[in-house]
């Protein structure tokens, strides 16, 4: 025989059972309670013997309310807690109101006040910012805050100089962090000193006549492209040996690349040749010191 439990007139934490409900929740009978608020609630026979319900909801309220309080009052940099508010934020974390020794007030999250990453209305940050004035990052001397009609007379962007005389206008975060401390040229010097054979990715194996082969294009940008696509255009993108059309074609220089250097762009100076002719041209001839006339000479052969 099951036993129907009755509750009516017991007392659950802060709450006191008062009648049987018409409803049922997880096979459980749903009991109107009257919380010591004032305030009515309705449990359910599991959660009221289990203790996983204590009140109407006011005692989490005044939990909140008891945690949020202890920060009134406290100091934090330039801060003074003045209240808790109501609204949450980032993860339901708990908002403050402050007042700045300055005399303004601002909305602190309890974290940021806790761990010192705010410790002002924003007066703290300006001041540093004007104090930077004569100091050197690097190669950098701060000159003064850059004229702009925008936003950026806040002191975010500053005129500096550098050694090497040129005067740059850089975000004052990067100055401070030390993420820029040059107009470029501390680059420049750091791509001579590790150019060449001294670079990580150098391939001693390759000859020098290898090497501009391989570069020649990356080298010289947009100027060899264009080169390339006029022969292209030119010979209706076909290899002037084999009539092969399309496929993977190469611009060749009939007078070679590295030495004849008025030549490098000279429409006159390139035939279209497909993958095939144009590395068995250069098996035969080599790479880096090729003339016209062995151009001449291997297409007579091939007739």
């Known amino acids: 025989?099951?036993?129907?439990?009755?509750?009516?007139?017991?007392r659950v934490n802060m709450l006191t059972v008062i009648e049987e409900t018409e409803e049922r929740k997880y096979g459980s009978v749903v009991w109107l309670c009257k919380c010591?608020?004032?305030?009515?609630?309705?449990?359910?026979?599991?959660?009221?013997?289990s203790g996983k319900i204590v009140s109407c909801g006011c005692s989490k309220s005044k939990t909140w309310q008891r945690k949020a309080s202890e920060l009134v009052g406290e100091k934090f940099g330039r801060l003074t807690v003045i209240k808790p508010l109501k609204e949450r934020t980032g993860k339901y974390k708990i908002q403050y109101l402050c007042k700045c020794e300055c005399g303004n007030e601002t909305i602190v999250r309890s974290d940021a006040l806790k761990d010192g990453s705010t410790k002002s209305c924003g007066c703290l940050y300006n001041e540093r910012i004007h104090?930077?004035?004569?100091?050197?990052?690097?190669?950098?001397?701060?000159?003064?805050?850059?004229?702009?009609?925008?936003?950026?007379?806040?002191?975010?962007?500053?005129?500096?100089?550098?050694?090497?005389?040129?005067h740059v206008d850089v975000v004052v975060n990067a100055l401070v962090k030390g993420h820029t401390r040059s107009c470029g040229c501390l680059q420049d010097e750091w791509r001579k000193q590790y150019s060449g054979e001294k670079h990580h990715f150098y391939n001693s194996e390759l000859s020098d006549e290898d090497r501009l082969e391989k570069h020649r294009y990356v080298i010289h940008g947009s100027n060899g492209k264009k080169w390339r696509a006029k022969v292209y255009e030119r010979d209706n993108y076909t290899c002037v040996l084999c009539n092969e059309k399309g496929g993977d074609l190469s611009a060749h220089h009939l007078d070679g690349w590295n030495w004849a250097k008025s030549k490098r762009f000279d429409l006159n100076n390139g035939v279209t040749l497909c993958k095939k002719c144009h590395d068995d041209f250069h098996n035969k001839y080599g790479r880096g010191d090729n003339t016209k006339e062995q151009f001449e000479e291997y297409t007579k052969a091939g007739e």
């Open 1 to 10: 025989m099951v036993y129907k439990i009755d509750l009516v007139g017991e």
């Open 131 to 166: 104090q930077i004035k004569g100091q050197k990052f690097g190669k950098l001397k701060a000159l003064k805050i850059a004229d702009y009609k925008k936003k950026n007379n806040t002191g975010n962007i500053w005129e500096c100089v550098c050694d090497c005389g040129n």
């Open 36 to 49: 010591d608020c004032g305030n009515y609630v309705k449990a359910h026979t599991q959660y009221l013997r």
